[in-house]
């Protein structure tokens, strides 16, 4: 058996990014950028009002009280042509290009007006209440890197560059092919010997959360034949991600069935509680990810290898979970020779509460979980109110 930390780090080495293709703005939510973003204008692109006022020389307004004569008003997405003089002012509001010659303005609260004159009864500071040109950024700088996860913050930044389009990494596509006689898709005939099967259905949509087209190819049957024409259906997929099936047992077909077409095994087993029979390899262009069976099993193994594969396939480097310390609110006890998931809740007090049952076919206590607490290789017991290692949930699933 290999670490988790060993294991993560060859899924991740083995891994290149994507080719990239071009998609409009709107619909580069969520999405990979391919390469760098340089600004293709100035923002902003004049030195604009930041308040309503009146746009001033910073000269004219040293001394208060000061009365100006009003020569016009501009508003954003207008311009005042000509050039300030001394003692004069234009009426401005937020967002409005600067006349030429002001330098400051002056905050509507802070005056009085009669008519076209203005007193100033409130010192301003030149500068004051003014964006300068270029605040933000200037045409030509690279404000968004290859790598770049876009959120709506980022697509907000690549709008205000100019960018129409963007050029993004594809998404990796995600055959699942759930393997067994036992289980039946939901709503489908059932017999008193199977169980409802709810691997695929989640992994589809963590797949889909974590930047993949999922492509779920149904149930292969517990014979050579049955895999072997499943698996064909998904020669184009990047990663084929198989569900049980991956062990030594006599109905564990999947090794025997993938290695007649090629399949190359990086590693199988791996130290960890639940998940130890995780199989890694490749057939021809496809990465294998050949997850255990059990439910639990199969979402914590998602979550630690197959978020990082499909993070490394979009060119993040930012895939492999980080933990956080978190109080524990029971006693935890010593630890074995494998990593250790516990599935736990959060009290109120933001402590980890582990379920009192961690069997990995419970898909009730994952659902309710908010966190895994990891318990590291022959980690001592741990008393109440200890800090501990945790992946909280909220921030994976």
Not at 69 to 88: D, H, I, R, S
Request: glycine share 10%; hydrophobic share 45%.
């Amino acid at each position: 058996m290999i670490s988790v930390a060993e294991a993560q780090a060859r899924v991740v080495a083995g891994a290149s990014t994507l080719p990239a293709e071009t998609v409009g703005l709107m619909d580069a939510a969520g999405r990979v950028l391919a390469g760098p973003l340089v600004a293709r204008r100035t923002q902003p692109p004049f030195a604009a009002s930041a308040m309503d006022g009146y746009a001033v020389r910073g000269a004219d307004v040293a001394s208060v009280p000061v009365t100006l004569k009003m020569v016009g008003a501009v508003q954003a997405g207008g311009y005042y042509e000509p050039n300030l003089q001394t003692g004069q002012c234009v009426r401005i509001f937020t967002g409005a290009p600067l006349p030429a010659g002001a330098d400051t303005v002056v905050i509507q609260e802070d005056t009085e007006a009669d008519g076209d004159q203005i007193t100033i009864i409130e010192a301003e500071e030149t500068g004051g209440n003014v964006r300068d040109a270029g605040l933000d950024f200037r045409e030509g700088e690279s404000r968004l890197a290859a790598g770049t996860y876009l959120s709506p913050r980022q697509l907000a930044l690549a709008a205000a560059m100019d960018y129409p389009w963007l050029k993004v990494v594809r998404r990796p596509r995600v055959a699942i092919l759930a393997t067994g006689d036992e289980i039946v898709f939901p709503g489908e005939p059932i017999a008193v010997s199977q169980i409802v099967a709810s691997t695929s259905t989640s992994l589809a949509g963590f797949v889909r959360a974590n930047g993949g087209e999922p492509v779920v190819l149904g149930v292969a049957r517990d014979t050579i034949e049955s895999l072997r024409e499943a698996v064909a259906a998904a020669r184009d997929a990047d990663i084929l991600v198989t569900i049980g099936g991956a062990s030594v047992g006599d109905h564990d077909l999947v090794q025997t069935a993938l290695k007649e077409d090629g399949l190359q095994v990086d590693f199988w087993k791996i130290a960890m509680r639940p998940g130890k029979p995780l199989m890694v390899g490749k057939l021809g262009r496809s990465h294998v990810l050949g997850l255990p069976g059990n439910p639990v099993s199969s979402m914590v193994c998602a979550m630690l290898f197959l978020r990082p594969l499909l993070y490394a396939m979009q060119g993040r480097a930012d895939g492999i979970p980080a933990p956080t310390m978190v109080e524990t609110a029971a006693d935890l006890p010593a630890n074995g020779i494998r990593q250790d998931y516990m599935r736990a809740r959060l009290n109120a007090n933001g402590q980890v509460v582990p379920f009192a049952k961690q069997d990995s076919s419970m898909l009730t206590a994952l659902a309710e979980a908010r966190a895994l607490i990891v318990r590291h290789e022959n980690a001592p017991a741990a008393k109440k109110g200890t800090l501990v290692p945790a992946l909280l949930l909220d921030g994976l699933l």
